[in-house]
């Protein structure tokens, strides 16, 4: 079995309170890009694979039918576009990648295929691509959509996507770039093509207007793990970024495997980095105080607007005092998500219990920052948990760590003492073997 590969997961690093804790920068606040430069630095010091950066545009606004409290409290918002932002992070590093998430839903293929061979170029072939398809109400109505496309429409809408930006990126290879001064001829046009695109969602002629990047593509990853988008992605997947608990992250492996070989592609060659929340001190009593600072900033109304955002349901219209069971009906009633926070509360407590609104918002505080699955200890305790994870998995992958701490201190710790401390046990794949990200994160 190959080792681990990391990367950090850092599209929430200020927000839900983390800007207010110590350790984020006094002076030089989100979205300082040096905060950001400082991170790349630290991590690519450590041999941590990637960046990277999920993305949405909407501010939530389901809590009271208002986006009042998540401004307030800065639930979720502010997001940068973080293209930028990764130019400055490639400026001053050399070896680690960066993973940049466009939604398939709302932007057009040309435009994401652009900017990303853009990118390419410019942080040397260290890029990669999360495509996602958006699920937010608050996504849509800032790309003229009055209502939320349907699941399946999404997807097919992303599998068109993705064929147009990878045709778009084949159709100027590299071996069409003759740039000889002695005769003055730059390609040689034969060998670059329109692609003439005619489909459901797009119509594209073709050939990209660019040079072809040190990829030639980005490294192409993808998160959604509904069969729908399993199948969807396994055309074109390099790379999984997953979630979920042992038996979950078993079922995403098995489920990928299947819709891969079905799609003709070799299985053994796409892992998963599993999404991994975790504070790590130099002792397991400092990093359970570190939890605890998290978990002592909260608010109910921060509260309300990130579970009534992530759900798709109005918390406010709770009554005071209700069961478990009585939530779920509720939550199904209005259309919300009845798997992930719901689901969960309902299975640890059992349909009868009673709730107040303040016990199941500080549920929700614990939920919204990650506390209630955490990896919290010393960085022998943590990478403990994680060999034994990777290895009942069966490898073929590894971890995109996320922390609830401040940023940069977070992802800091997690630099410096977790990674070297599974790099001295042998457990990571050696850092940086090749030129691009795709080789570096190869399985
Ligand atoms: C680990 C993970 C990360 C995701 N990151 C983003 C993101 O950054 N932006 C976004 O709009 N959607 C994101 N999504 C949502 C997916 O693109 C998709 O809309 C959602 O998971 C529903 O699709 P599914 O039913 O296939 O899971 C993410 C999903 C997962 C599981």
Redesign the pocket.
């Known amino acids: 079995m190959s080792g681990m590969h990391t990367a950090f997961d850092l599209?929430f690093a200020h927000t839900e309170g983390r800007w207010a804790l110590p350790g984020s920068w006094v002076g030089a606040p989100f979205p300082d890009v040096r905060i950001y430069q400082e991170i790349a630095r630290t991590a690519e010091r450590a041999g941590v694979g990637m960046l990277f950066f999920?993305?949405?545009s909407g501010i939530p606004d389901t809590w009271r039918g208002s986006m009042d409290a998540a401004l307030e409290w800065g639930i979720q918002w502010p997001r940068q576009d973080m293209g930028p932002m990764v130019a400055s992070m490639a400026a001053v590093t050399s070896r680690i990648g960066f993973g940049l998430?466009y939604?398939s839903t709302y932007h057009h293929p040309f435009t994401v295929a652009r900017l990303l061979n853009s990118l390419d170029h410019v942080t040397g072939g260290r890029i990669a691509f999360?495509v996602?398809?958006?699920?937010r109400g608050a996504?849509a109505a800032n790309y003229g959509f009055a209502e939320r496309m349907d699941?399946d429409e999404r997807y097919d809408r992303l599998g068109e996507f993705m064929r147009v930006c990878r045709a778009l990126w084949a159709s100027v290879p590299a071996e069409a770039i003759i740039a000889d001064r002695a005769t003055g001829r730059f390609a040689d046009p034969a060998l670059i093509h329109p692609i003439d695109h005619v489909g459901t969602h797009f119509r594209v002629k073709g050939p990209l207007s660019s040079m072809p990047s040190p990829q030639g593509s980005p490294l192409l990853v993808q998160?959604?793990?509904?069969p729908?988008?399993i199948e969807t992605s396994a055309e074109f997947v390099e790379l999984v970024?997953?979630?979920g608990g042992l038996e979950g992250k078993r079922r995403h492996r098995a489920a990928l495997d299947a819709a891969l070989e079905r799609a003709g592609r070799d299985a053994s060659t796409v892992g998963i980095l599993w999404?991994t929340q975790a504070i790590v001190a130099r002792t397991s009593r400092e990093a359970a105080e570190l939890r605890d600072e998290v978990a002592a900033f909260w608010d109910p109304e921060a509260v309300g607007a990130f579970l009534s955002h992530n759900v798709g349901f109005d918390f406010a219209t709770l009554p005071f005092r209700f069961t478990a069971g009585e939530l779920v009906e509720a939550v199904r009633a209005g259309q919300g998500a009845q798997g992930g926070f719901v689901g969960a509360l309902v299975a640890e407590l059992g349909s009868d219990a009673v709730l107040t609104r303040d016990e199941l918002f500080e549920h929700g505080w614990r939920h919204a920052t990650g506390l209630d699955h955490t990896l919290c200890g010393s960085a022998e305790q943590v990478a403990d948990l994680l060999e034994e994870d990777f290895a009942a998995i069966g490898g073929r992958g590894g971890y995109m760590f996320s922390s609830p701490l401040a940023a940069p201190r977070g992802f800091a710790d997690l630099s410096e003492l977790l990674v070297p401390e599974l790099r001295r046990r042998g457990a990571l794949a050696p850092a940086y073997p090749g030129r691009t990200l795709r080789e570096n994160l190869a399985v």
């Open positions: 599209s999920g993305d949405g998430t939604s999360n996602v398809a958006s699920a996504d699941h998160a959604g793990n509904s729908k988008g970024f997953g979630f999404a």
